[in-house]
């Protein structure tokens, strides 16, 4: 939504302007956003992975205490569920 927001105010910008040296820098400024923004998509499908992962990993681990049987008693004494 803010770069929705950016994009809009740079658009305006734009138009308020003439010069087109403050086009070409508002054009470069939108291609900077633009590669931020795909990175940033790409980091998020790699920690959402890494999400899923642990996800999986913690599932596995109650199960396996829940076929033992029991929890040991200490901190865990009663079972957290993820």
């Known amino acids: 939504m803010k770069i929705i927001l950016l994009l809009i105010s740079l658009i305006l910008c734009v138009a308020c302007s003439p010069s087109s040296k403050k086009l070409t820098h508002v054009e470069k400024d939108i291609q900077q956003v ?44 009663n079972p957290p569920r993820y």
Do not use: S, Y
């Not at 790409?42 to 049987?69: F, H, P, S, Y």
């Open 34 to 77: 633009n590669i931020k923004v795909n990175q940033l998509q790409m980091d998020i499908d790699v920690l959402r992975q890494e999400v899923q992962a642990a996800k999986e990993a913690a599932e596995r681990v109650n199960t396996r205490l829940d076929e033992a049987g029991e929890w040991p008693n200490g901190f865990f004494a």
